[in-house]
């Protein structure tokens, strides 16, 4: 009997030992910050340990405006599932709502960094290592991938022209869009600072390229005449075309086949654990918005409708009615000076002619 005893004092012993040694290694129920917290902060490799250390995703965005991926919204026009208080201002957009879903897998705050006046220099940025990363609406360039890492691409849209009709016409080189754009003669627009000054000179080394300091300048050129297209890709073109019907008289749209503005993150390119948590982020959430979607789900949808309703057309017949009314006064000029004058020509004529 005292040996049954001390045997079963000695398998009490040890279950107390086991369930001891379970409580340790065991993560209790709803301890899950504690245990992926600062106490396994040495896990995680120098990238991620420096965002989770000061408890911030920095990210680098070009301080200007792209409506649809980053705008400020104080007047509350533009949806959006997320918005970031900017120096007072609600900025809004694709661009803010990724960089949220970013940081919120990662478990930290979010602090944007919009002091950058070109989209080159928001790369120099995080090279530079005064941000983590740069979301904003950042197109893939050889010259940018030689100081930053880049992402698997978000975005994609097809490379493309705005043509003036006109200017078209009078060109007289055929349909092919490279053959029309490609020329000595040809003067294509492009937004200064952009990546499109670097596509526009490696697509179209004969054309003479003139920059523009923003969108709106570059698609007034187009519709003015001033250039024989604008060069930029199909968000931004479409985005004009449906918020300008207007545009539709004087320009076309045209896609250059096979020519696509990858857009997609800048990373610095020490940082390889976080580009690799990035890439497995945007593959695994399927991030591919399409240029409808961007414009449904992150644009005031009052733009497209008052620039469709009844009486915008109304008032485009108006503008356009100058014409015809030119029109009719030229030809009853013609009746009423230059026609008597041919009739009496021709009678004059007929009299002097010989007899039948």
Excluded at 75 to 88: A, F, K, L
Excluded at 145 to 151: G, I, K, L
Excluded at 183 to 201: E, K, L, N, V, Y
Aim: hydrophobic share 45%.
């Amino acid at each position: 009997m005292k040996n049954t005893g001390k045997g079963s004092l000695g398998l009490a012993a040890a279950a107390v030992v086991v369930v001891a040694a379970l409580a340790i290694c065991v993560p209790r129920a709803g301890a899950a910050d504690t245990f992926w917290g600062r106490e396994s902060l040495p896990l995680f490799p120098p990238d991620i340990r420096s965002i989770k250390d000061r408890d911030t995703l920095i990210v680098a965005q070009y301080k200007g405006f792209r409506p649809g991926f980053f705008i400020y919204d104080d007047d509350n026009r533009y949806p959006g599932t997320s918005e970031y208080r900017c120096d007072g201002h609600r900025l809004v957009g694709y661009d803010v709502d990724l960089s949220y879903r970013i940081a919120r897998e990662l478990g930290v705050k979010l602090k944007f960094v919009r002091a950058y006046d070109d989209f080159n220099e928001v790369c120099r940025a995080v090279a530079r290592g005064e941000a983590d990363i740069a979301v904003s609406k950042l197109s893939v360039t050889y010259s940018r991938a030689q100081f930053v890492r880049y992402t698997v691409p978000y975005a994609s849209f097809r490379m493309g022209f705005l043509i003036n009709r006109v200017a078209e016409s009078k060109a007289h080189r055929g349909p092919d869009i490279l053959a029309l754009c490609n020329h000595p003669d040809a003067r294509i627009g492009a937004i200064q600072g952009t990546s499109f000054m670097d596509f526009g000179a490696a697509l179209l080394p004969k054309a003479r390229l003139v920059a523009y300091p923003d969108y709106a300048a570059l698609f007034e050129a187009a519709k003015s005449g001033h250039v024989l297209a604008s060069f930029y890709e199909e968000f931004e073109i479409e985005k004009c075309l449906r918020t300008n019907p207007d545009m539709r008289i004087f320009c076309r749209a045209q896609y250059i086949p096979g020519k696509e503005d990858k857009i997609a993150i800048a990373v610095n390119p020490t940082n390889s654990m976080l580009l690799s948590f990035l890439n497995l982020f945007l593959e695994r959430e399927k991030i591919q918005p399409s240029v409808d979607e961007i414009l449904t789900d992150y644009f005031p949808q009052e733009v497209f409708r008052d620039t469709t309703s009844v009486a915008a057309p109304k008032k485009n017949a108006a503008a356009l009615l100058w014409p015809v009314i030119a029109f009719i006064a030229a030809a009853g000029l013609w009746l009423v000076f230059a026609a008597p004058t041919l009739r009496r020509s021709g009678t004059r004529g007929t009299q002097g002619g010989p007899r039948a």
